[in-house]
């Protein structure tokens, strides 16, 4: 049996989320769709370059350098080609997921949380809660940050990334 806050959710995604879920699941799978085509395209020219090396055994220095460049340039585009287009793709699919979904789903808990993409707990209230120690600021990053009051508790939480740091002293012999 659904609680009444379960139906209000029920509503909510079939009203608000599902028709927004629909053309981003879409747009994932052209992401996919263009990642393997890329590969498909490029790693048979790359083998090809490759085995064209190996079995020309030519003194022609400029045809050995023509099949060096070419396997260095499809080998390139294999490794470099994909990630940044998939990068690019990825970032406006994420940015229209967190403004559609993410967003909205945050408001629908509790109006008064805000939430910020970019944003994280500030590195001073990180260290502050003792939750770990020796962590170093200049690796500290964080984004997706959640916050505002619940009742009467001011809170924030976010995704974080931190290093922590060795002091490195002398061993005692």
Sequence with gaps: MQTAPQKDFASFFRERLSAELEPLESQRKEIVRRTWLWIALIVPIGIAATFLLILIKSHDFFIELALRIARAVTLSATLFGPTAMVRKLREDYDEEFNACIIRPLIKFFDPNLDYSVDGRVPYEVFTRSRLFSKIS??????KHLISG???KTRMCFSQVKADTFKINRPQKD
């Design 137 to 142: 600021s200049k690796t500290y990053t964080g």
């Design 149 to 151: 009051i619940l009742g």
